[in-house]
């Protein structure tokens, strides 16, 4: 039987939780690292273009009014020292093409715009990189302007740049897995004091109504507080239950113990038979209310016990024993004998000493009561599979009655109208044995004496 | 028989000693522990019926003292709680046997007897007529040196017979004393257990002979 709705996984959503923020720190990470690396590289492809072309620049001279280039070597050669690229060069003197490209694009100029200009466009179908640095030559008395565009492809540069992709994208990968592991981590240490708590509870014995006092931490403590509420008023109601079983008891007995008597004294000082039949009668109807009372009761107590058992080892022998000299004396007054069997062997059984108690007392009181004075009952354990506690008598048995039902409410055999009785003697018996997996099995002897009631309980 | 009865309800406890008083014992009446106490410390009783909830206290306390205290005399508890709940409890505190409200006074008898037969108090309960040495309390008869044991009716019927030898008592009386209110017999059942123990005394010099029209009586043979 399902008795909460279980929905959800606090567990779980916080660990869903954890690793989709670590995801979009990866992501982000990732980004950072892509775009600070590629502006890095940029950066110092750019740096040395521009000091390649400065170098250039500067090797341009005047030589009595003419301009004079002589290509310094270290300028090509400074930038294959960051990559294998290709370089293209153009030197312009007053915008003719001095030396280099000559289809070699020059940066959209801007006007007052000083130092290197640095673009990128397609060019021979790769991706170039150029710069552009412009000088003023004074060449005799005219001033000659010179511009010197280097331009690089940017191979390098892209492997570079898919290097630095795949670094960053197996760092954000990692990021993430070991994020999530941790977060998995937090998110069980986070729960275990819940963990701990439901173990101290789910621990309990059924009778434990005591207030939970495990280490709780303060988000738990309204919960626990509720709990332990709940289980003080379930305590005081259980207590008050019971106090009203022993109280009613009390209240209904005592009165009837005084009728009773009073009734017996007189109907020894009586003389009329007439009067005497009355007061026996009314004896017979304060046994019969009495019994009633007593076995509603014996009834509401193992019903109130049966849903939290307190169980122990018991010898299924001694707990026959006691019961059968508890119930010898009455049984006495008819003299009828109760035969006790039982094997040498120990057989026990796990049970609530106090229903089993009852159960046997009431199948035994049973026997009597319908017992014809002068026989015997027998009583007879047996191990083996199960316990079984086999009461047979010598009476009327159950006559044309549907056994199973014998064991309902205030049921009784068909043949019992003259026996005070409330039916619910059987009731509680089977009860019983079903509280503790067992079963009551009742067979009667249609022809010739008796009945046999047995008690089946498991082996403990 | 002496017993102190320990009950606080006095309606109860006046019936009982009335019921007492007819089967031919002395009951005294104690309402509270404290009177309990006294009266002990006073007289000394074959048997105290303890009920269980009083007003100085709870009988169950008085019993561990009374047990502590190794008193021997023995106690049979009345007790009008549940069935369930604490009968087991009261036996492990010393009672000797427990009984519970209301009760059938010869189930009460039969308890005593069973507890006197127990600790073995039977000794001086032997009563003697002719040839005929009968103790209440075993069931014991001895006729003519051989001891036999009687069965639970006819040692109760020996009883009343033994309490006023020569005395005629009438089946109706005998009827009353020899089976209970929830027993539905016919007055001839009588002739069935006056029968066993006429053959059960055959050999002595004591008979039970039929008085015409009025009932039974024992008497000893001339």
Same mark, same amino acid.
């Given at each position: 039987m399902?008795l909460?709705?279980?929905?959800?996984s606090?567990r779980?959503?916080?660990?869903?939780?954890?690793?989709?923020?670590?995801?979009l720190l990866?992501?982000?990470?990732?980004l950072?690292?892509?775009?600070?690396?590629?502006q890095?590289?940029?950066?110092?492809q750019?740096?040395i273009?521009?000091?390649?072309?400065? %170098?250039?620049?500067?090797?341009i001279y005047?030589?009595?009014?003419e301009?004079?280039?002589?290509?310094p070597?270290?300028?090509?050669?400074?930038?294959s020292t960051?990559?294998?690229?290709?370089?293209?060069y153009?030197?312009?003197?007053?915008g003719?093409?001095?030396t280099?490209?000559?289809?070699?694009p020059?940066?959209?100029?801007?006007?007052?715009?000083?130092?290197?200009?640095?673009?990128?466009?397609?060019?021979?179908?790769?991706?170039?990189?150029?710069?552009?640095?412009?000088?003023?030559?004074?060449?005799?008395?005219?001033?000659?302007?010179?511009?010197?565009?280097?331009g690089?492809?940017r191979?390098?540069l892209?492997?570079?740049?898919?290097?630095?992709?795949s670094t960053?994208v197996?760092?954000?990968?990692?990021?993430f897995?070991?994020?999530?592991?941790?977060?998995?981590?937090?998110?069980?240490?986070a729960?275990s004091?819940l963990?701990?708590?439901?173990a /101290?509870?789910?621990?309990?014995?059924?009778?434990?109504?005591?207030?939970?006092t495990?280490?709780?931490?303060t988000?738990l403590v309204?919960?626990?507080?509720?709990?332990? /509420?709940?289980?003080?008023?379930?305590?005081?109601?259980?207590?008050? %239950?019971?106090?009203?079983i022993?109280?009613a008891?009390?209240?209904v007995?005592?009165p009837l113990?005084?009728?009773?008597?009073q009734?017996e004294v007189?109907h020894?000082q009586m003389?009329r038979?007439?009067?005497k039949?009355a007061?026996?009668?009314?004896i017979?109807?304060?046994?019969?209310?009495?019994?009633?009372?007593?076995?509603?009761?014996?009834?509401?107590m193992?019903?109130f016990r049966?849903?939290?058992?307190?169980t122990?080892?018991?010898?299924?022998a001694?707990?026959l024993?006691?019961?059968v000299?508890?119930l010898?004396?009455?049984?006495e007054l008819?003299d009828?004998?109760?035969?006790?069997?039982?094997p040498?062997d120990?057989?026990n059984?796990q049970?609530?000493?106090?229903?089993?108690?009852n159960?046997?007392?009431?199948?035994?009181d049973?026997?009597?009561?319908?017992?014809?004075a002068?026989?015997?009952?027998?009583?007879?354990?047996?191990?083996?599979? /199960?316990?079984?506690?086999a009461?047979?008598?010598?009476?009327?048995?159950?006559?044309?009655v549907?056994?199973?039902?014998?064991?309902?409410?205030? %049921?009784?055999? /068909?043949?019992?109208?003259?026996?005070?009785?409330?039916?619910l003697?059987?009731?509680?018996?089977?009860?019983v044995?079903?509280?503790h997996?067992g079963?009551?099995?009742?067979?009667?002897?249609?022809?010739?004496?008796?009945a046999?009631?047995?008690?089946?309980?498991?082996?403990? | 028989?002496?017993?102190?009865?320990?009950?606080d309800?006095?309606?109860l406890?006046k019936?009982?000693?009335?019921?007492?008083?007819?089967?031919?014992?002395?009951?005294?009446?104690?309402?509270?522990?404290?009177?309990a106490?006294?009266?002990?410390r006073?007289?000394?009783?074959?048997?105290?019926?303890?009920?269980?909830?009083?007003?100085?206290?709870?009988?169950?306390?008085?019993?561990?003292a009374?047990?502590?205290?190794?008193?021997?005399?023995?106690?049979?508890?009345?007790t009008?709680?549940?069935?369930?709940?604490?009968r087991v409890?009261?036996?492990d505190?010393?009672a000797?046997d427990?009984?519970?409200k209301?009760?059938?006074?010869?189930?009460?008898?039969?308890?005593?007897?069973?507890?006197?037969?127990?600790?073995?108090g039977?000794?001086?309960?032997?009563?003697?007529?002719g040839d005929?040495?009968?103790d209440?309390t075993t069931?014991?008869?001895?006729?003519a040196?051989?001891?036999?044991?009687?069965?639970n009716?006819e040692?109760?019927l020996?009883?009343?017979?033994?309490?006023?030898?020569?005395?005629?008592f009438?089946?109706?009386h005998?009827?009353?004393?020899?089976?209970?209110?929830s027993?539905?017999v016919?007055e001839n059942?009588?002739?069935?257990?006056?029968?066993?123990?006429r053959?059960?005394?055959?050999?002595?010099q004591?008979?039970?002979?039929?008085?015409?029209?009025?009932g039974?009586?024992?008497?000893?043979?001339?």
């Amino acid at each position: 039987m399902k008795l909460y709705n279980a929905k959800g996984s606090i567990r779980r959503r916080l660990v869903l939780q954890l690793a989709a923020i670590a995801a979009l720190l990866s992501v982000a990470f990732f980004l950072t690292v892509r775009v600070v690396a590629e502006q890095a590289a940029t950066d110092t492809q750019d740096n040395i273009l521009a000091a390649s072309a400065t %170098s250039i620049a500067d090797a341009i001279y005047s030589d009595g009014g003419e301009v004079r280039l002589e290509l310094p070597y270290s300028a090509i050669s400074m930038l294959s020292t960051i990559s294998e690229d290709r370089v293209f060069y153009r030197v312009l003197v007053n915008g003719a093409t001095v030396t280099g490209y000559d289809d070699l694009p020059l940066p959209a100029t801007r006007t007052a715009q000083r130092g290197p200009r640095f673009e990128t466009f397609s060019y021979r179908g790769d991706q170039l990189r150029s710069v552009l640095v412009s000088r003023t030559l004074s060449a005799g008395d005219r001033a000659a302007s010179v511009q010197v565009v280097v331009g690089q492809t940017r191979l390098g540069l892209a492997a570079i740049s898919s290097k630095i992709t795949s670094t960053a994208v197996a760092i954000g990968v990692a990021f993430f897995l070991v994020a999530t592991a941790l977060s998995f981590l937090a998110a069980q240490n986070a729960m275990s004091p819940l963990d701990r708590l439901a173990a /101290s509870v789910a621990r309990r014995g059924p009778n434990d109504l005591r207030p939970v006092t495990a280490a709780t931490p303060t988000e738990l403590v309204p919960l626990v507080g509720g709990l332990n /509420s709940f289980m003080g008023r379930l305590r005081s109601a259980l207590t008050r %239950s019971e106090d009203l079983i022993t109280e009613a008891a009390h209240r209904v007995r005592t009165p009837l113990a005084t009728v009773r008597t009073q009734a017996e004294v007189i109907h020894r000082q009586m003389e009329r038979p007439a009067n005497k039949k009355a007061l026996r009668e009314m004896i017979r109807a304060v046994d019969e209310s009495s019994r009633s009372a007593g076995q509603l009761l014996d009834h509401a107590m193992v019903t109130f016990r049966s849903d939290q058992l307190e169980t122990e080892t018991l010898d299924a022998a001694d707990l026959l024993r006691d019961v059968v000299d508890r119930l010898s004396p009455t049984a006495e007054l008819k003299d009828i004998g109760i035969k006790l069997d039982v094997p040498r062997d120990t057989i026990n059984v796990q049970g609530d000493p106090i229903l089993l108690q009852n159960a046997v007392r009431n199948v035994l009181d049973n026997a009597i009561k319908y017992s014809p004075a002068d026989t015997d009952i027998e009583v007879q354990l047996t191990g083996g599979k /199960s316990c079984r506690m086999a009461f047979r008598d010598q009476g009327r048995g159950f006559g044309e009655v549907d056994l199973e039902k014998l064991t309902k409410r205030f %049921s009784r055999g /068909s043949n019992v109208g003259d026996v005070v009785g409330s039916g619910l003697g059987l009731t509680i018996a089977d009860d019983v044995a079903t509280a503790h997996g067992g079963s009551l099995e009742i067979t009667s002897n249609t022809e010739g004496p008796g009945a046999c009631v047995t008690l089946v309980l498991p082996l403990a | 028989m002496r017993f102190l009865l320990v009950e606080d309800n006095l309606k109860l406890a006046k019936a009982l000693c009335d019921r007492f008083a007819q089967e031919g014992h002395v009951a005294d009446h104690a309402e509270t522990l404290a009177d309990a106490e006294a009266s002990i410390r006073t007289v000394a009783y074959d048997m105290i019926l303890l009920d269980i909830m009083l007003p100085d206290g709870d009988g169950r306390e008085f019993l561990r003292a009374h047990r502590s205290a190794s008193n021997p005399t023995p106690v049979i508890v009345l007790t009008a709680r549940s069935e369930v709940s604490d009968r087991v409890g009261l036996l492990d505190l010393g009672a000797d046997d427990y009984i519970t409200k209301p009760f059938d006074f010869s189930e009460l008898q039969a308890r005593v007897r069973a507890v006197m037969r127990r600790l073995g108090g039977a000794a001086n309960n032997a009563k003697t007529y002719g040839d005929v040495v009968f103790d209440s309390t075993t069931g014991e008869i001895i006729v003519a040196g051989i001891p036999e044991q009687l069965r639970n009716r006819e040692m109760r019927l020996l009883e009343v017979f033994f309490a006023s030898p020569g005395q005629i008592f009438s089946k109706s009386h005998l009827m009353d004393r020899l089976f209970s209110f929830s027993d539905d017999v016919s007055e001839n059942a009588i002739e069935v257990y006056v029968g066993r123990l006429r053959r059960k005394l055959e050999p002595s010099q004591a008979s039970i002979e039929t008085v015409r029209g009025l009932g039974y009586r024992m008497v000893l043979a001339s």
